[in-house]
T-cell receptor, first 114, second 114 residues
């Protein structure tokens, strides 16, 4: 199993709907989790971080972490066309000793249709 | 706003030339990363560093080399550029400690080897 896996997408939702993005991870990635947004031709931009089980809300974004099931998700409420981008899930895993390595999933392309 | 800078933003260079892509951050972060990303494709980790004089190869084999002589500086060098090196190169940095380990990206260098 890859360390971080995302549902392949692409995902298309109408404007105003809830977009749900999911990510699963292996035992090697078990510490902290992050969601990045990447517009075409641009670099990834951090939008959410989550470190403990449960939900974390920031505006229209909610990150959910379930360590027992090893998944992390991102919900985008009231989706806007400007949310159209690739969303990258990332986890911080043990690469040996006391060092930790940031590992990304392949990304899910989200399109919000007006 | 993250203070991490990459130069140049765009580079077109001939086959066989030696090039160095610059990455600097002013946040005092110990960890720095280099990723390679082709258009529409996933991020591939090619090098990372946990601190000064510490460098490791990433998940994707790369003919490039890196150095970390100063905390704030993490340059990537290609001794002899080839068309297969054409890609976008993204640099990122983060804290080394658990907690508050969000990684921030530079704007990227788009390299074209002709």
């Amino acid at each position: 199993q890859k360390e971080v896996e995302q549902n392949s997408g692409p995902l298309s939702v109408p404007e105003g709907a809830i977009a749900s993005l999911n990510c699963t991870y292996s035992d090697r990635v078990s510490q902290s989790f992050f969601w990045y947004r990447q517009y075409s031709g641009k670099s990834p931009e951090l939008i959410m971080s989550i470190y403990s089980n449960g939900d974390k809300e920031d505006g229209r974004f909610t990150a959910q972490l379930n360590k027992a099931s090893q998944y992390v998700s991102l919900l985008i409420r009231d989706s806007q066309p400007s949310d159209s981008a690739t969303y990258l899930c990332a986890g911080l895993g043990d690469s040996g000793g006391s060092n930790y390595k940031l590992t990304f999933g392949k990304g899910t392309l989200l399109t919000v249709n007006p | 706003e993250a203070d991490i800078y990459q130069t140049p933003r765009y580079l077109v260079i001939g086959t066989g030339k030696k090039i160095t892509l610059e990455c600097s951050q002013t946040m005092g972060h110990d960890k720095m990363y280099w990723y390679q990303q082709d258009p529409g494709m996933e991020l591939h980790l090619i090098h990372y560093s946990y601190g000064v004089n510490s460098t490791e190869k990433g998940d994707l084999s790369s003919e490039s080399t890196v150095s970390r002589i100063r905390t704030e500086h993490f340059p990537l060098t290609l001794e002899s550029a080839r068309p297969s090196h054409t890609s976008q190169y993204l640099c990122a940095s983060s804290e080394a400690l658990m907690g508050h380990t969000e990684a921030f990206f530079g704007q990227g260098t788009r390299l074209t080897v002709v």
